[in-house]
């Protein structure tokens, strides 16, 4: 375990549902992040908050949703999703800014059905 | 967008053998990190090299870093099977907070 903690580890969802992803840490880190990994594809910066307060969107569609109730939880809730979504999604945090490294979780596998 | 992109795309060598496996970056950095990411698994940190440094040891693994040329390289030496994994660089884009990453190298290491 690297400190940070993901749930589900696999998820199917069909097009119409809601569901929510979970990071959790208890790292003592201030920032937390969510990167969508698909296949043959860098690593997407989705969404970077500080302190609680989001500090970047990176253009995601509003059928993502994040939300960070306190500095070591970190959701990500999906709705109306399309098959393109379907990715290994990774929670990250570290102290602030990324000067020492991230550490990060071992992901939500989501498919959309 | 991207801002790294490491060569080759795939590499395949015996155990005990090095492994070599290049970053190029676009922007100016602060520092470039190098990460290792088991199939389907998160990733996992493995060193951090500074702008005003060349070269970094940790272990088995050497980071170097030309920022004339805006490239690093990571080496692993004697490489065992359980190094089988992706490689991936990052960046801070123009000292921001974020890391952009590059599509990685795949290593395999065969027994």
């Known amino acids: 375990e690297t400190g940070v903690t993901q749930t589900p580890r696999h998820l199917v969802m069909g097009m119409t549902n809601k569901k929510s992803l979970k990071c959790e840490q208890h790292?003592?880190?201030?920032?937390m992040y969510w990167y969508k990994q698909s296949a043959k594809k860098p690593l997407e910066l989705m969404f970077v908050?500080?302190?609680?307060?989001?500090?970047e969107n990176n253009s995601v569609p509003s059928r993502f949703s994040p939300e960070c109730p306190n500095s070591s939880h970190l959701f990500l809730h999906l709705h109306t999703l399309q098959p393109e979504d379907s990715a290994l999604y990774l929670c990250?945090?570290?102290?602030?800014?990324?000067?020492?490294?991230?550490?990060f979780g071992s992901g939500t596998r989501l498919t959309v059905v | 967008s991207q801002q790294g992109e490491e060569d080759p795309q795939a590499l395949s060598i015996q155990e005990g053998e090095n492994a070599t496996m290049n970053c190029s970056y676009k922007?100016?950095?602060?520092?470039l990190q190098w990460y290792r990411q088991n199939s389907g698994r998160g990733l996992v940190h493995l060193i951090l090299?500074?702008?005003?440094?060349r070269e970094k040891h940790s272990g088995r693994l050497r980071v170097t870093l030309d920022t004339s040329k805006k490239s690093s390289s990571l080496l692993i030496t004697a490489s065992r099977a359980a190094d089988t994994a992706s490689y991936f660089c990052?960046?801070?884009?123009?000292?921001?907070?974020?890391?952009?990453f590059g599509k990685g190298t795949k290593l395999t290491v065969n027994p």
């Open positions: 990250a945090s570290s102290p602030w800014g990324a000067y020492d490294g991230y550490t």
């Open positions: 990052a960046t801070d884009v123009g000292g921001s907070e974020k890391l952009v």
């Open positions: 790292l003592g880190h201030n920032a």
């Open positions: 090299i500074r702008s005003n440094e």
């Open positions: 908050y500080s302190l609680e307060e989001r500090v």
């Open positions: 922007t100016s950095i602060n520092n």
